[in-house]
Antibody, heavy 116, light 113 residues
Framework: QVQLVESGGGVVQPGRSLRLSCAAS????????MHWVRQAPDKGLEWVAV????????YYAHSVKGRFTISRDNSKNTMYLQMNSLRAEDTALYYC?????????WGQGTLVTVSS | QPVLTQSSSASASLGSSVKLTCTLS???????IGWHQQQPGKAPRYLMK???????NKGTGVPDRFSGSSSGADRYLTISNVQSEDEADYYC???????????FGGGTKLTVL
């Protein structure tokens, strides 16, 4: 079955960087667009970024544009999120999500805490 | 880009039915949306994709009690025979092909009485 496993979260100081990974299995990874969605503590869901199935295009939410970079390695069935210049407001649970007409499969999330 | 509006809260008695609404902003009434359920302390779960025609496709394992419908700019999620495990936050989302961005509604917290 479809599995999406995020990793790489942790506690980081403001201004520093962190890279998240999402390992996919159970489906043909290279056939699907993939997204990052985050959820701040006790808040709603916020879309972060998308990468096209072949990695040819990527789009970002205004709140992270210029600081975050989404990428993927289809040979490793893995998606990444490079997060630079982190801010306190980036503190959230980050979910890896597969897109097939809608967000049809979600990972369990990895927690990022930005704090001094 | 579209805005999705959801009521912040709703309630339903055990065994009853409840209809949650997600309203698309003006000019976006034909957009397809997705409905997602987030039980307390868990990751979101995909429920269904819902078109403006009212046609919907549910995710794997989603109980028959969950159904979708549409009217104009409104997209509905109906839960019949509400169970205690349906107590959760429900989010709608849509993809805007003009901006290539995804938009989420604010979510509705469903309480089962």
């Amino acid at each position: 079955q479809v599995q999406l496993v995020e990793s790489g979260g942790g506690v980081v100081q403001p201004g520093r960087s962190l890279r998240l990974s999402c390992a996919a299995s159970g489906f043909t990874f290279s056939s699907y667009g993939m997204h990052w969605v985050r959820q701040a503590p006790d808040k709603g869901l916020e879309w972060v970024a998308v990468t096209w199935n072949d990695g040819s295009k990527e789009y970002y939410a205004h709140s992270v544009k210029g600081r975050f970079t989404i990428s993927r390695d289809n040979s490793k069935n893995t998606m990444y999120l490079q997060m630079n210049s982190l801010r306190a407001e980036d503190t959230a649970l980050y979910y890896c999500v597969r897109h097939s007409g809608s967000f049809d499969n979600w990972g369990q999330g990895t927690l990022v805490t930005v704090s001094s | 880009q579209p805005v999705l509006t959801q009521s912040s809260s709703a309630s339903a008695s055990l065994g009853s039915s409840v209809k949650l609404t997600c309203t698309l902003s003006s000019g976006h009434s034909n957009y397809i949306i997705g409905w997602h359920q987030q039980q307390p302390g868990k990751a979101p779960r995909y429920l269904m994709k819902l078109e403006g025609s009212g046609s919907y496709n549910k995710g794997t394992g989603v109980p028959d009690r969950f159904s979708g419908s549409s009217s104009g700019a409104d997209r509905y999620l109906t839960i019949s025979n509400v169970q205690s495990e349906d107590e959760a936050d429900y989010y709608c989302e849509t993809w805007d092909s003009n901006t290539q961005n995804v938009v989420f509604g604010g979510g509705t917290k469903l309480t089962v009485l």
